[in-house]
C-alpha cells in the first residue's frame, strides 16, 4: 500500500534560517508526491509537486522539494524562513488502483506544524 | 473566481441527529473528494466521486453518506451511525480523477467543523 510518514510533528524554526520539513514515502511503481499547506480553520492550499524529471521541484511562496529515490524522500525545503510560513504542512502521494493504474486519490502523512519565531 | 464552497463553516449536533455538509464548486471537476481531518491523523478519505451518479466509499466511510446527482454538488450526510463524529471535515475537488501522464492537483474547500454535544 501506498503511505507517507511525517516524522517530525513540529519544527521550530527562526526567521530568515532556512526551513526543511521532512516526509518519506513508500510507494509501488513510480511515486506522484504532493505537499500541501493549511492555515488554521482553512482548507489545504497546494504548494507543489513531483511527477517526473528534475529532481529539485520549485513551488508557490518560494517552497521547494528535494525527490531522493535512494532515501525515498521529499523533504520540502526553504532558503529563508517567513513569520507567515507558520503553519500546517502536509505531504501526500497519489493511490494507486489494485491493477496499478493511478488514481487522484491522495494518501497525506499526519503533518507537520510549522512555527517560524520573529 | 472558482472555487469549493462549504457549509455551514460550524455546526453543532446533538447525539442521534443526522446533520448534512454541503460541498458546491463551479470549476467544472469532474471528482469530488470528502476527507475528515483528526489532530494528528492527518485527512483520511471518506467517499469520493468520479462522475455524476457514482461515488465510491474511501477508507472510512462508516457512518456517514453521500450523493452526487449533480456536477457541482457532492454533499455528505453524518449518520447517527457514526460514533464519533466531531472533526473537521474537508471537501475537495480535481479535473478528473485519472490524470494519465499527470497528476492533477486538489482544491479544496475552507472546510466544515462539526461538534457533537
Known amino acids: ?118 | 473566481d472558482g472555487g469549493i464552497t462549504q457549509s455551514p463553516k460550524y455546526l453543532f449536533r446533538k447525539e442521534g441527529q443526522n446533520v448534512t455538509l454541503s460541498c458546491e464548486q463551479n470549476l467544472n471537476h469532474d471528482a469530488m473528494y470528502w476527507y475528515r481531518q483528526d489532530p494528528g491523523q492527518g485527512l483520511r478519505l471518506i467517499y469520493y466521486s468520479q462522475i455524476v451518479n457514482d461515488f465510491q466509499k474511501g477508507d472510512i466511510a462508516e457512518g456517514y453518506s453521500v450523493s452526487r446527482e449533480k456536477k457541482e454538488s457532492f454533499p455528505l450526510t453524518v449518520t447517527s451511525a457514526q460514533k464519533n463524529p466531531t472533526a473537521f471535515y474537508l471537501c475537495a475537488s480535481s479535473i478528473g480523477f485519472t490524470g494519465g501522464s499527470g497528476a492533477n492537483v486538489l482544491t479544496f474547500g475552507a472546510g466544515s467543523r462539526l461538534t457533537v454535544l
Open chain 1, 1 to 118: 500500500a501506498q503511505s507517507v510518514a511525517q516524522p517530525e510533528d513540529q519544527v521550530n524554526v527562526a526567521e530568515g534560517n532556512p526551513l526543511t520539513v521532512k516526509c518519506t514515502y513508500s510507494v509501488s511503481g513510480n511515486p506522484y508526491l504532493f505537499w500541501y499547506v493549511q492555515y488554521p480553520n482553512r482548507g489545504l492550499q497546494f504548494l507543489l509537486k513531483y511527477i517526473t524529471g528534475d529532481n529539485l521541484v520549485k513551488g508557490s511562496y518560494g517552497f521547494e522539494a528535494e525527490f531522493n529515490k535512494s532515501q525515498t524522500s521529499f523533504h520540502l525545503k526553504k532558503p529563508s524562513a517567513l513569520v507567515s510560513d507558520s503553519a500546517l504542512y502536509f505531504c501526500a502521494v497519489r493511490d494507486r488502483r489494485d491493477y496499478g493504474g493511478a488514481t487522484n486519490k491522495l494518501i497525506f502523512g499526519t503533518g507537520t506544524l510549522l512555527a517560524v519565531q520573529p
